[in-house]
């Protein structure tokens, strides 16, 4: 039995083979003969596809097929005549039917381009509105808006202490004549507040004993003129006091008695 290789190298054309023509022109006329045919085996196997391509005798099985394509086109010949023309697939689907029932016959399609400058219009007037109001907000909490450029900066306390805190601090705010600090619970509800012309306030005794540990608390310092208006305010500040373990406790306890 002959190798994939070996079939491959005796089936391959050679410079000197036959074109298709010289093939066509043997297969015509049996008579005719050719030096290279009868040495390449591929110039004999293209002339037996070639006499067997062109030859009119159906094969085995052609005949049976033939038939029952024929039986089923007599069956159907009468729907075929009568089938409608098929329509064009309507690709905008359901978009197109809405759009049909919303501007009716093709007399009110003049509409459509009144209905986008309209659409267009409308969200260019939404979109100037929402960008009048600067984007930079310092809180959104229950009191005025507040911006970068209207803002106090906090020094302390802020975050997680180990104790808890006995003086509220800021930085000063130009045009400020004194400052109001409120000290609040997580859900904004006033827990104390107070006033003072300086930058630290001191946070009262009974104050400092209800901040428990882990409890959150708030805090925020607004800035008043001469006249008594906010000029300016912080962003609400957040702390707690830390949890102390049991041997820091027993820590302090020895200290103490000492």
Known sequence: ???????????????????????????????????????????????????????????????????????????RLDQIKGSPIPRKVDLSGEAGSWISKLFGEQRSWWLVPVAAAMIIAAAGIGFLHRSREPQLRADVGRGPVVYRSQEIEVIAPAGELPEAPKTLQWKAFAGALRYKVSIMEVDQEPLWSGETSDLVLTIPAAIRARMLPRKPLLWRVTALDSQGRTVASSQMQRFSVQLKSSRSARSADGAVSQ
Do not use: Y
């Open 1 to 75: 039995m002959l190798n994939r290789s070996t079939l491959r190298a005796a089936l391959q054309a050679k410079p000197d083979c036959l074109t298709p023509q010289q093939l066509e022109k043997l297969a015509g006329d049996s008579s005719l003969k050719d030096p290279h045919l009868a040495q390449c085996s591929r110039c004999q196997t293209e002339l037996a596809l070639l006499m067997s391509f062109e030859s009119s005798e159906p094969l085995p099985d052609e005949g049976a097929g033939v038939a029952w394509i024929s039986a089923r086109l007599e069956q």
